[in-house]
């Protein structure tokens, strides 16, 4: 059984940083950090391939945020700094249990999701 659980959100102002966690249980995956305000589709944010080898960003956070994992620990982690308003909404970690095939900005490609975590960004 796969489950994801996100911690780590807040308010901040902006300028700020926040790390969101996301622990896995169930197996090591491919995994992905999106966003969605309410009323909004949920866009992708990063994502990091099984191994780590690969990381893939929007070009919205590119330079700012930093996804990483420590599969000891069954933990995907979402550094985010310099933290604007626009970057408000609710954040989902997801899994990949059959790999996302190139497509890793596709929100189809995950099958499991977090519960999600607020982040609020203050001007």
């Known amino acids: 059984q796969v489950q994801l659980v996100e911690s780590g959100g807040g308010s901040v102002q902006a300028g700020g940083s926040l790390r969101l966690s996301c622990a896995v249980s169930?197996?090591?995956?491919?995994m992905g950090w999106f966003r969605q305000d309410p009323g909004k589709e949920r866009d992708f944010v990063a994502a990091i391939a099984w191994l780590g080898g690969f990381q893939y960003y929007a070009d919205s956070v590119k330079g700012r945020f930093a996804i990483s994992r420590d599969n000891a620990k069954n933990t995907v982690y979402l550094q985010m700094n310099s933290l604007k308003p626009e970057d408000t909404a609710i954040y989902y970690c997801?899994?990949?249990?059959?790999?996302?095939?190139?497509?890793?900005?596709?929100?189809?490609?995950?099958?499991?999701w977090g519960q999600g975590t607020q982040v609020a960004v203050s001007s």
């Open positions: 169930g197996g090591t995956f491919s």
């Open positions: 997801a899994a990949a249990t059959r790999g996302y095939g190139g497509r890793y900005s596709e929100s189809s490609q995950y099958n499991y």
